[in-house]
């Protein structure tokens, strides 16, 4: 992506706030590799206060009453993308407001968008919790209305920054809930698959159409339901998914567990991309495609950021 920009000709002050966008995918991808499954709890501070662990009903009915947060909920229902800004309003709500403990609000947020990232979401939440940052964040009416160009006022967000720390949870958020949320993995018949050839494991989190193109591969997208019962996402994400799946040429799809798969597929032939989800696939590993050099934990991303910088700018 970096070397796409720069090669359209654009200055390092023009493109450097996109870049920085972008790596900021890449930290919380580096945060999930080095931590494994810690990112689903409290990494770095104890969430305080909490009430629940639930979700705050008037969230998922689109109903707080904040009239641009209420539209983006159904827009997010509707076309599986919410703007970044609003999902730090969504997630301050749920987590800073209504109290409630920030991993069952993420996994809603999660099963409903189509660009959904385990890493950035969770860890997201965590930055805007201030489980994984050192304060947490708040956005007030003033803010949402300057950047989404609304007008509200007279909202139970409608104060100063001063006051967040001893908000009482408003009438409107005291009312949580549980959802059940379940993936609908697609009925296929099993392929027909060649026993002794080189194949490629594409999955949900990789569907990159120029991996090894126009090499003679066998090519499979697994889904694997055990993935889908801890991380679910909508019928629309596995359309999505399927849709995007249409541009790699002859791509098999096999809905099964990786043992499943590997009594098709002669284990020396299978080769997959390394991913966090990917701990427990057998065969020949391929590094993924990362923006710069940079590897190891990083406890911010400004710490992170700096030594990303230093290599890209040279």
């Given at each position: 992506?970096?070397?796409?920009?720069?090669?359209?000709?654009?200055?390092?002050?023009?493109?450097?706030?996109?870049?920085?966008?972008?790596?900021?995918?890449?930290?919380?991808?580096?945060?999930?590799?080095?931590?494994?499954?810690?990112?689903?709890?409290?990494?770095?501070?104890?969430?305080?206060?909490?009430?629940?662990?639930?979700?705050?009903?008037?969230?998922?009915?689109?109903?707080?009453?904040?009239?641009?947060?209420?539209?983006?909920?159904?827009?997010?229902?509707?076309?599986?993308?919410?703007?970044?800004?609003?999902?730090?309003?969504?997630?301050?709500?749920?987590?800073?407001?209504?109290?409630?403990?920030?991993?069952?609000?993420?996994?809603?947020?999660?099963?409903?968008?189509?660009?959904?990232?385990?890493?950035?979401?969770?860890?997201?939440?965590?930055?805007?919790?201030?489980?994984f940052s050192n304060k947490k964040y708040y956005a007030n009416q003033e803010n949402i209305n300057k950047y989404f160009n609304s007008t509200q006022k007279?909202?139970?967000?409608?104060?100063?920054?001063?006051?967040?720390?001893?908000?009482?949870?408003?009438?409107?958020?005291?009312?949580?809930?549980?959802?059940?949320?379940?993936?609908?993995?697609?009925?296929?018949?099993?392929?027909?698959?060649?026993?002794?050839?080189?194949?490629?494991?594409?999955?949900?989190?990789?569907?990159?159409?120029?991996?090894?193109?126009?090499?003679?591969?066998?090519?499979?997208?697994?889904?694997?339901?055990?993935?889908?019962?801890?991380?679910?996402?909508?019928?629309?994400?596995?359309?999505?998914?399927?849709?995007?799946?249409?541009?790699?040429?002859?791509?098999?799809?096999?809905?099964?567990?990786?043992?499943?798969?590997?009594?098709?597929?002669?284990?020396?032939?299978?080769?997959?991309?390394?991913?966090?989800?990917?701990?427990?696939?057998?065969?020949?590993?391929?590094?993924?495609?990362?923006?710069?050099?940079?590897?190891?934990?990083?406890?911010?991303?400004?710490?992170?950021?700096?030594?990303?910088?230093?290599?890209?700018?040279?």
């Amino acid at each position: 992506m970096y070397e796409f920009l720069t090669g359209l000709g654009q200055p390092w002050n023009v493109i450097e706030k996109l870049v920085q966008e972008l790596a900021w995918r890449e930290y919380w991808q580096l945060v999930w590799l080095n931590k494994g499954d810690a990112i689903n709890s409290d990494l770095k501070n104890v969430q305080q206060p909490i009430s629940n662990h639930l979700i705050p009903k008037n969230v998922v009915d689109a109903n707080t009453h904040i009239q641009v947060v209420d539209e983006a909920i159904k827009e997010l229902y509707d076309t599986g993308y919410m703007h970044n800004h609003m999902r730090m309003y969504v997630a301050s709500i749920c987590c800073n407001i209504a109290q409630s403990h920030w991993h069952q609000p993420s996994k809603w947020m999660y099963y409903h968008l189509l660009d959904g990232d385990i890493a950035s979401n969770q860890l997201s939440w965590q930055w805007v919790a201030g489980t994984f940052s050192n304060k947490k964040y708040y956005a007030n009416q003033e803010n949402i209305n300057k950047y989404f160009n609304s007008t509200q006022k007279n909202t139970f967000l409608d104060i100063s920054y001063e006051e967040f720390e001893n908000l009482e949870i408003p009438k409107t958020l005291l009312d949580t809930i549980l959802i059940a949320l379940h993936t609908k993995l697609p009925k296929v018949d099993k392929p027909n698959l060649f026993k002794n050839k080189k194949t490629l494991i594409y999955n949900y989190y990789n569907l990159d159409a120029e991996w090894h193109k126009h090499e003679d591969f066998q090519r499979v997208l697994l889904l694997e339901p055990s993935i889908f019962k801890a991380n679910p996402v909508s019928l629309k994400c596995i359309d999505f998914t399927l849709s995007l799946a249409k541009n790699i040429p002859d791509l098999k799809i096999f809905v099964g567990e990786f043992t499943q798969l590997a009594e098709e597929v002669s284990i020396k032939d299978i080769i997959y991309k390394e991913h966090p989800l990917n701990t427990h696939y057998i065969g020949i590993e391929e590094e993924r495609e990362w923006m710069t050099n940079v590897r190891g934990y990083f406890s911010s991303f400004h710490s992170f950021w700096k030594k990303c910088k230093k290599e890209l700018k040279n």
